[in-house]
């Protein structure tokens, strides 16, 4: 069965640090990967999403960057952590050509 | 463009009351519905779908059905109980779309009282 692996749990960095946040997926091959954020308030929020390795497409301008280096591997990284940054990030796969997607548990991030 | 709205929380309700959680949606051609829950520190799950006009998805009491005409999705469940409480997010799939394709709204936040 197909299982979604992200961490850390939380995190509490301070402002201008960098940030890798990781997520791999196993037991699919090539599957469409995503990067969200919840926000306090705001609903869940698309930053990135990825069809296939190396290819990354940006919801919206912002402090962050993602990269895919392996076909079950999605990264999210930051040069220099902003306060605006905090929130709880979510990391969720899909089957090419299908319709839903599968979330990991999230990593809770504190920028102070 | 697509877009999911629902909604706003929070939404306080009696142990075996009766929930209806509205959702509608903006999106072009035929799109795939989900409800999704997040329960309190976890990520998100699927909790129901329907793929086409008129399906209901159905799933631990919960029901949803696809309405194409009001373009809404809403969520019912006849008598919630206390382990209900939680985020439940409105989706939509829609092949073609520039946001990656899967939109959410902006969840709502069900807290039950015994």
């Known amino acids: 069965s197909q299982t979604i692996h992200q961490w850390p749990a939380t995190l509490v960095q301070p402002v201008g640090s960098p940030l890798s946040l990781e997520c791999t997926v196993e037991g699919t091959s090539n599957p469409n990967l995503y990067w969200y954020r919840q926000a306090a308030g705001r609903g869940l929020q698309l930053l990135f999403y990825?069809?296939?390795?190396?290819?990354i497409s940006s919801e919206v301008p912002q402090n962050l960057s993602a990269s895919r280096p392996q076909d079950r591997q999605f990264i999210l990284s930051s040069k220099k952590l902003l306060l605006s940054d905090s929130g709880f990030y979510l990391c969720?796969?899909?089957?090419?050509?299908?319709?839903?997607?599968?979330f990991g548990q999230g990593t809770r991030l504190t920028v102070v | 463009g697509n877009s999911v709205t629902q909604m706003e929380g929070p939404v306080t309700l009696s142990e075996e009351a009766f929930l209806t959680i509205n959702c509608t949606y903006t999106a072009t051609g035929y799109p795939s519905l989900f409800w999704y829950v997040q329960y309190p520190g976890e990520g998100l799950q699927l909790l129901l779908k329907a793929t086409k006009a008129d399906d209901k998805g159905s799933n631990k009491g919960f029901e949803a059905t696809y309405r194409k005409e009001t373009t809404s999705f809403h969520l019912e469940k006849g008598s919630v109980q206390v382990s209900d409480s939680a985020v439940y997010f409105c989706a939509l799939f829609n092949y073609g779309g520039s946001q990656g394709n899967l939109i959410f709204g902006k969840g709502t936040k069900l807290s039950v009282k015994p």
């Open positions: 990825s069809v296939g390795i190396g290819q």
């Open positions: 969720a796969w899909g089957v090419q050509g299908g319709t839903e997607a599968f």
